[in-house]
């Protein structure tokens, strides 16, 4: 970003601030209704940059080697800073040890209906809804673990086959699409000052009309330093023992991270993350259009971590001994099921209510996270999405390397 553009969004967001702290009902109102619009933009160009830049990407490789050892270098480093943000996490619960809420508080959370949906909500069906039954659905839905597998299929085929007219006119019809995306995204990057004033003021007028317990002091904290600190020390630390320096980094990627804090959706955020790639890292388009997708699916730092600290927190007012055997099962189970967590709004929140619905436990406790799970959902996007941007950087390198 150039400084005039830097100033604009300070602006905007000092603006939304402002107007949050006011917290006049009739604007609240209308800046609800710009930052959903906003919102909605970004996911409309969300799904189809997903799997145009998937299929380009896979057909444009063609040698099964190189794919192969992209895809490996994604995984290992997406497996790597998960597992090490989940680590995080656990050591931080172990410090700071969140004590129990009043029971008086969780009794009358109970009935919420939030936590009563919850019920239904099984984590079988979330993985069975990932194998699609209509090519179409997945593309209504968003639903991008179904996509992803769709465009791995196509995108695969498509690089199998012998050269021919055919091929050549969808490959290129793909990239046109490509380009016109592209296009799209960069006139609302440049409309974007209102949307952050909306999605600030939201923000402002949320937390100054939330429920703060200060029960909950401690499990906030674990959950918010341990992303500040996978953020600003883990995986820079990654991108130092790979030789990338994580300062210039970090700058090209503002406009992505920025982005992520305020839809709090690393998959509607990805346009402008493989914008910034590309044109301000210099990433190839071949590695930026493959490794930020899949990222953007199945590398969930952030999300591993409040599952984790958020599970051992209901099961522990739940009255389950938490012991350390019990620490590093959940560890495991938080990043498996981080994984398998698709990119969008409270999708981490939704998980962890399965999984304790799952175990038996009372999940009325998750209606008194909700009220600050706003805050807590912003911080864990935006870690995700440079996660994102630090395992491409990571594989770009490395296959810069192994060339």
């Not at 673990?145 to 995108?155: D, E, I, P, R």
């Not at 804090?261 to 071949?286: C, D, H, R, W, Y």
């Not at 969930?300 to 620490?327: D, K, R, Y």
């Not at 969008?344 to 998750?366: H, K």
Request: proline share 5%; with cysteine.
């Amino acid at each position: 970003m150039n400084r005039k553009q830097i100033v604009i969004w300070i602006i905007a967001l000092a603006a939304g601030v402002g107007i949050g702290w006011l917290n006049i009902p009739a604007v609240n109102a209308v800046m609800d209704f710009l930052a959903t619009v906003y919102t909605r933009l970004f996911r409309l160009l969300a799904v189809p940059t997903i799997v145009v830049a998937v299929v380009t990407t896979l057909a444009s490789l063609g040698n099964g080697r190189e794919m192969g050892r992209m895809f490996r270098t994604t995984i290992t480093y997406t497996l790597l800073t998960t597992i090490s943000a989940a680590a995080v996490a656990l050591g931080l619960y172990v410090l700071i040890a969140p004590g129990n809420l009043p029971a008086a508080d969780i009794a009358a959370e109970t009935a919420n209906p939030l936590a009563e949906s919850a019920k239904s909500f099984s984590y079988a069906e979330h993985f069975l809804s990932i194998v699609p039954d209509n090519i179409v659905k997945p593309l209504l839905e968003g639903n991008v673990l179904s996509l992803l597998l769709l465009c791995f299929a196509v995108g695969i085929a498509l690089a199998r086959m012998p050269e021919s007219g055919p091929k050549k006119t969808v490959i290129s019809g793909l990239a046109g699409i490509q380009d016109i995306l592209f296009t799209l995204i960069r006139w609302l990057i440049a409309a974007l000052p209102p949307g952050i004033m909306a999605f600030a003021a939201q923000l402002t007028s949320e937390l100054g009309g939330g429920m703060v317990l200060d029960s909950l002091g401690k499990y906030v904290a674990v959950i918010l330093i341990g992303n500040v600190a996978q953020f600003a020390i883990v995986l820079p630390l990654f991108l130092l023992a790979k030789g990338i320096n994580p300062v210039k980094t970090l700058k090209g990627m503002g406009q992505a991270v920025l982005m992520a804090l305020f839809t709090k959706s690393s998959a509607a955020t990805l346009p402008v993350t493989i914008q910034n790639a590309e044109e301000k890292l210099g990433i190839s388009p071949k590695v930026a259009r493959f490794v930020l997708p899949v990222c953007t699916t199945v590398n969930m730092n952030g999300c591993a971590a409040f599952i984790l600290v958020t599970s051992l927190f209901v099961m522990q007012n739940n009255g389950i001994a938490i012991t350390p055997a019990t620490m590093i099962l959940w560890l495991f189970i938080a990043v498996i099921s981080a994984v398998g967590n698709a990119g969008v709004p409270m999708g981490c929140y939704f998980l962890t209510l399965s999984l304790m619905s799952g175990i038996g436990a009372n999940v009325g406790i998750m209606g008194i996270i909700l009220p600050i799970y706003t805050i807590i959902d912003m911080v864990e996007t935006a870690e995700n999405v440079w996660s994102d941007s630090c395992v491409c950087a990571i594989t770009s390198k490395t296959l810069e390397k192994a060339s």
